[in-house]
């Protein structure tokens, strides 16, 4: 998820140091274990246990003697459904607590943290009822939240039908406000989006209310409009379902989403960001990668491909906004034309599908892990080829030339709306080595017409 609350287990990092005393872990692993906590945003519990340095039933045999608080083994256990509807799916998920049971006033709920004081006070205000902490693993938490909340949580199934007349609007309901109603909107719109082939979609405050606005061939038109009595609930619902945080509103975050239509799963990228006007939110949609093959690119471009993917330089995908730069990276990562020998890392904002073979990295400016960060670090993890989305700053693009230097194959994006758009942008003089280390050159006109330059006949065009 990419909420801004920081993960902090207070139980943990308050018994830290006994499980050293209790010769449960090494002092040298607990060092170990919370840098890389820092480092992915996650609790010191979660990472000893992933490193095998404890196992999870000796961890919480030990919170539960040092606690005196009772654990709960989730897999075998069965709970009082109607406990739901005291805690949402947003509050389960953000505090990784699970309610349990209820009798008389006291709702028992498991939690990865019992210490974390400040999600039993939002509880114990928002339900009115006292809680009963019991400790259980975050993971199997989280297992059951998705599993329990199956519904609340995730957007139904998209069937598409042919009548591309389907509107968005036939599912808006001025006067209803429930949870179901606002998810069946949000899919709705997700589903007029597909219909037309939309890729990119967003939300901004208009004297008409929260408009709904498609992007397609470059061009943006307006929907129509989420009723301001309907928008706040609208905004909570997405942002839910897409891992963001609904009480934070002052900053940008960034998420994604994944959702089914006709039994094939879809990712939505998500931006939300701050505007005198409330938030504007942008929803990127891709699609799953195709084979190079399904692309309709022929062999002999495949191996052309094949080739540069074997030896130092970059391996650059042009094209205009939308034109499907990213998916065609992501055909060519999990096509096979990798050589078996070499190791691939991706640097991504977010990873928009899981890639067999490629270590995808995701950054995250919340917790310092920028591409300046990754840069700095990322030549230690000793990858032959590296994807990253693309080139914003001198620095940036100076460090990924010299990376050529050093026999590693780059793969990146352009954004150029033609060939002379492309030349016009290479005339700047900070473009002038990198241009000496590009390899390959693919440009993307449209869907029907990708056009492939290798490094001699590149050098026709860009001169």
């Known amino acids: 998820m990419y909420s801004d609350t920081k993960v902090d287990n207070k139980t943990i990092d308050k018994l830290k140091y006994d499980l050293v005393r209790d010769n449960l872990v090494t002092f040298e692993d607990l060092e170990k ?32 003697e040092k606690l005196h608080i009772p654990s709960v083994n989730l897999d075998d256990y069965e709970i009082d459904k109607k406990c739901l509807n005291l805690i949402s799916y947003q509050e389960a998920m953000n505090y990784k607590i699970l309610p349990l049971f209820l009798i008389e006033d006291t709702l028992s709920v498991a939690m990865a943290d019992p210490l974390d004081l400040f999600a039993i006070d939002k509880i114990i205000e928002r339900t009115g009822k006292n809680i009963d902490p019991i400790i259980s693993s975050e ?16 957007v139904q199934d998209i069937n598409l039908e042919k009548d591309k007349s389907y509107n968005w609007q036939d599912e808006l309901h001025k006067d209803d406000l429930s949870e179901e109603h606002i998810r069946a909107l949000f899919r709705a719109i997700l589903k007029h989006a597909i219909a037309q082939e939309v890729h990119e979609l967003y939300f901004e405050s208009t004297n008409e209310g929260l408009s709904v606005f498609f992007k397609k061939s470059m061009e943006v038109y307006m929907t129509g409009s989420i009723p301001e009595l309907l928008i706040n609930p609208f905004i909570q619902t997405l942002k839910t379902l897409c891992g963001l945080d609904p009480s934070v509103y002052e900053i940008p975050q960034l998420g994604k ?25 942008s929803l990127k ?16 471009k495949i191996n052309i491909l094949s080739e540069n993917l074997n030896k130092p330089g970059v391996v650059l995908i042009c094209g205009s906004s939308l034109s499907g730069k990213t998916h065609l990276i992501y055909s060519i990562l999990s096509s096979g034309i990798i050589p078996k020998n070499k190791t691939v890392m991706s640097l991504e904002s977010i990873a928009k599908y899981k ?109």
């Open 33 to 64: 274990a919370q840098e890389v906590a820092a480092a992915r945003n996650t609790n010191i519990g979660q990472v000893l246990i992933s490193s095998s340095l404890i196992s999870e039933e000796k961890l919480l045999d030990f919170l539960q």
């Open 139 to 154: 993971k199997s938490i989280l297992r059951k939240i998705n599993e329990y909340y199956e519904t609340k949580g995730k």
């Open 355 to 463: 890639l067999d073979n490629v270590s995808q990295c995701e950054l995250n400016e919340n917790i310092g892990f920028n591409l300046d960060k990754a840069m700095r670090f990322i030549e230690f993890q000793g990858p032959d080829i590296i994807y990253f989305e693309g080139i914003s700053t001198k620095e940036g693009l100076d460090f990924f030339t010299s990376l050529t230097l050093k026999n590693k194959t780059l793969i990146t994006e352009f954004l150029a709306d033609n060939m002379g758009d492309l030349r016009r942008k290479f005339e700047f003089s900070e473009f002038s080595m990198f241009k000496s280390v590009i390899s390959c050159l693919v440009f993307i006109h449209n869907k029907d017409s990708i056009e492939f330059f290798d490094k001699e006949e590149l050098e026709k065009y860009l001169v």
């Open 285 to 300: 949609i891709y699609h799953p990668p195709k084979s190079l093959a399904q692309l309709g690119i022929s062999p002999d």
């Open 257 to 281: 989403l994944n959702f089914n239509v006709d039994n094939c799963e879809l990712t939505a990228s998500i931006s939300a960001f701050p505007t005198i006007n409330g938030e504007r939110i």
